[in-house]
């Protein structure tokens, strides 16, 4: 089952299943709205369930396809395509916070769940890890920083961590004076250095706002305090994480730029399944650069750390404000610098609670983009 199959994950997670159809059947698909790739997807994969989460894209599919899939429409849809009984494994690659209700469900449901929607982690990880406690559950991390850890993390004891590293390729910005980033247009933003990536993560590593996501990603994923996890930027994005012990030894994890090797991993494991995928030629790479990051120089991943030591609601509200300052930088209304500053304002405005309920993140998530909103306007 692939929950967000139009966007740059799930076309990769079907390149994967593609090429494997020996081991790999999609019985579903989910997305938001885009009819005419899900009605090419349909005709390629014969699904026997789509959902469409917009309902009036959903009526658009039912008019224009004829084949033997149910079609499924709206949250309830998408609640009903994540627990299927048919399914072996979710793949939720949704993009945004409206992954969380579909990461519930299928946790509810005990479904074997890959996670490539880091939001449900960021906006709500202590309800999620509750949740899978509950159901005596662990998820399976897509991201490739966090797949890279979990395959550091075989047969190791996470007692003895000393630290966990993700790494950074910096984005486009990176060594470039900072006042370059007052004229920066969005087409410079989204042309990443390595990776081809959806618009707003894109975006997001370009402010390095997407590794204090994954920051918070691999405190609850891995249960690791956030003084023992560090960020280094490392341009030729290589090694996707590394995991030191307290003896002092490191394991890395390396590979090429090519999300479709940590979703193979996440479909196959605890096996490993032969592939074309290209490999990595050591002798080409010739050499490995790390750079310290100075959160000064970056005050979106100051932000992101600083809401996550906080705690509580703030990681939801980052989060949300950081996707309304996105869209609208996208958008050409406000100015790539103002993203930060924008986050920051609604931050400063939070009153926090605790997210115990999927009622408590749609509060503070509503009160966070309407506040952003608000202050986009202003801007």
Same mark, same amino acid.
């Given at each position: 089952m692939i929950?967000?199959?139009?966007? @740059?994950?799930?076309?990769?997670?079907?390149?994967?299943?593609?090429?494997?159809?020996?081991?790999?059947? =999609?019985?579903?698909l989910a997305a938001h709205k885009n009819v005419d790739t899900l009605l090419r997807q349909l005709e390629e994969l014969n699904p026997i369930f789509v959902c469409l989460v917009n309902e009036e894209a959903a009526r658009d599919l039912k008019a224009r396809y004829s084949g033997p899939a149910k079609v499924l429409a709206g949250k309830e849809g998408l609640e009903e395509i994540s627990t299927l009984p048919e399914a072996d494994l979710i793949l939720n690659a949704i993009v945004g916070s409206?992954?969380?209700?579909?990461?519930?469900?299928?946790? !509810?449901?005990?479904?074997?769940?890959?996670?490539?929607?880091?939001?449900?982690?960021?906006?709500?990880? &202590?309800?999620?890890?509750?949740?899978?406690?509950?159901? !005596?559950?662990r998820l399976i991390p897509v991201d490739s920083e966090h797949n890279a850890l979990w395959q550091c993390m075989v047969g190791e004891d996470i007692s003895e961590i000393s630290k966990m590293i993700l790494t950074a390729s910096g984005g486009p910005f990176w060594g470039k004076p900072k006042e370059a980033s007052e004229k920066v247009t969005p087409e410079q933003a989204l042309d990443h250095p390595r990776w081809r990536m959806g618009r707003r993560v894109t975006? &997001?590593?370009?402010?390095?706002? !997407?590794?204090?996501?994954?920051?918070?990603?691999?405190?609850?994923?891995?249960? =690791?305090?956030?003084?023992?996890?560090?960020?280094?930027?490392?341009?030729?994005?290589?090694?996707?994480?590394?995991?030191?012990?307290? &003896?002092?030894?490191?394991?890395?994890?390396?590979?090429?730029?090519?999300?479709?090797?940590?979703?193979?991993?996440?479909?196959?494991?605890?096996?490993?399944?032969?592939?074309?995928?290209?490999?990595?030629?050591?002798a080409k790479v010739q050499r490995l650069d790390f750079f310290n990051v100075r959160t000064s120089d970056s005050p979106?991943?100051?932000?992101?750390?600083?809401?996550?030591?906080?705690?509580?609601?703030?990681?939801?509200?980052?989060?949300?404000? &950081?996707?309304?300052?996105?869209?609208?930088?996208?958008?050409?209304? =406000?100015?790539?610098?103002?993203?930060?500053?924008?986050?920051?304002?609604?931050?400063?405005?939070?009153?926090?609670?605790?997210?115990? @309920?999927?009622?408590?993140?749609e509060v503070v998530d509503a009160w966070a983009r309407d506040r952003a909103e608000s202050v986009v306007l202003r801007t």
């Open positions: 929950l967000g199959s139009s966007g @740059s994950i799930g076309r990769q997670a079907i390149d994967v299943t593609l090429s494997h159809p020996d081991d790999f059947r =999609i019985i579903g409206s992954g969380l209700a579909a990461t519930l469900s299928a946790i !509810n449901a005990k479904k074997q769940l890959a996670l490539a929607n880091k939001e449900s982690l960021v906006a709500a990880g &202590d309800l999620v890890n509750e949740r899978l406690k509950k159901q !005596n559950m975006i &997001d590593s370009a402010t390095l706002m !997407n590794k204090g996501f994954e920051v918070i990603e691999a405190h609850h994923l891995f249960g =690791i305090p956030y003084e023992k996890i560090e960020v280094l930027v490392h341009p030729q994005s290589i090694i996707h994480s590394l995991v030191e012990f307290v &003896d002092g030894s490191l394991k890395a994890h390396l590979g090429p730029t090519d999300m479709r090797l940590p979703i193979l991993y996440s479909f196959s494991w605890p096996k490993r399944l032969q592939s074309t995928l290209e490999r990595l030629d050591l979106c991943l100051a932000l992101a750390l600083t809401a996550a030591e906080k705690g509580l609601s703030y990681p939801t509200v980052l989060n949300a404000a &950081d996707e309304v300052a996105v869209d609208a930088f996208l958008s050409g209304k =406000i100015g790539f610098a103002e993203i930060g500053n924008i986050i920051n304002t609604v931050l400063e405005k939070h009153d926090p609670i605790t997210i115990g @309920s999927i009622g408590d993140f």
